[in-house]
């Protein structure tokens, strides 16, 4: 599932031709998503500007002239594809409607936003955009990681006390939001800590945070990792994939400089966990 770099490098994607641009015509192809589509969804949507384009965890919130917000989550292999329209230095044509085009932006300034989704586990909502985070899916969420609020303290605070493993409590998403099983795996490599460690064992937790922020810039400005489904918005491969350092890495050498190990694996519930055994110890 596209994880907070993915997100955030799609609706970076999609903001020259969204935002303040409105939505001229909206087509629904289908009812439902992995969950019903709102009432009347093309007919709120056509005639709304976007006022502004923005991320909670994983995510987007277009946030419509109307006073409604239009909450889009990508799930296991939904994509936000541009076409007519041009996208850094290429024009990118309408293509022929496809199978799984459920939804459809045709913008003001001609661009076409279309959203396809083979598997249907993505998700699409209309909300007010005032209290847009009481939205069920929105209310529960912790801090983001690259915001003010997330800082040493809260996170050592967040993990203090607590017995579960480390690698569990940074995918909770009450503790922190949009962190997935990626680029958890790739924080605790660089901060030499085993994914097995019970969270309130975790002596240095603050030093976790600028780790957290480095991996998930660098994901960012390589457009994300591509893998299975996952295509930015002018569909084109992401390629952070090319700078793991662990993650998918069984049996390779370790990457930290002087080390003789070999990557490993373990299954932490039902998520593969790689790590280095030699470097990455367990805390406690």
Do not use: W
Not at 77 to 86: H, K, N
Request: hydrophobic content about 40%.
């Amino acid at each position: 599932m596209p994880e907070l770099p993915e997100v955030e490098t799609v609706r970076r994607g999609l903001l020259p031709v969204m935002e303040d641009a409105v939505i001229a015509r909206a087509e629904v192809n289908r009812p439902d998503l992995r969950f019903p589509l709102p009432e009347r969804m093309a007919e709120r949507l056509t005639g709304a500007r976007v006022l502004g384009l923005r991320r909670r965890s994983k995510y987007i919130l277009a946030d419509l002239s109307s006073g409604e917000s239009l909450l889009i989550h990508l799930g296991m292999s939904g994509r936000m594809l541009i076409s007519g329209a041009m996208v850094g230095t290429f024009h990118h044509d309408h293509p022929a409607p496809q199978k799984h085009d459920h939804v459809v932006l045709h913008m003001d300034n001609g661009a076409r936003i279309t959203f396809n989704d083979a598997r249907r586990f993505g998700a699409m909502d209309l909300m007010p955009t005032e209290g847009a985070e009481t939205h069920p899916l929105l209310s529960a969420l912790g801090p983001e990681p690259l915001g003010n609020g997330f800082d040493g303290a809260y996170l050592a605070g967040r993990l203090a006390g607590r017995a579960m493993p480390v690698k569990s409590a940074l995918l909770d998403q009450r503790i922190v939001a949009g962190l997935g099983n990626i680029y958890v795996c790739e924080v605790l490599f660089r901060a030499h800590l085993h994914p097995a460690t019970p969270a309130g064992r975790v002596t240095e937790a603050a030093g976790l945070v600028p780790l957290i922020r480095e991996v998930l810039v660098e994901a960012i400005e390589a457009g994300g990792s591509s893998l299975k489904d996952y295509r930015q918005a002018d569909g084109e491969l992401g390629y952070f994939q090319h700078s793991f350092r662990v993650y998918g890495r069984e049996g390779q050498p370790c990457a930290t400089p002087g080390c003789s190990g070999s990557v490993a694996r373990l299954v932490q519930s039902g998520r593969s966990s790689f790590f280095c055994p030699l470097c990455q110890p367990v805390q406690g």
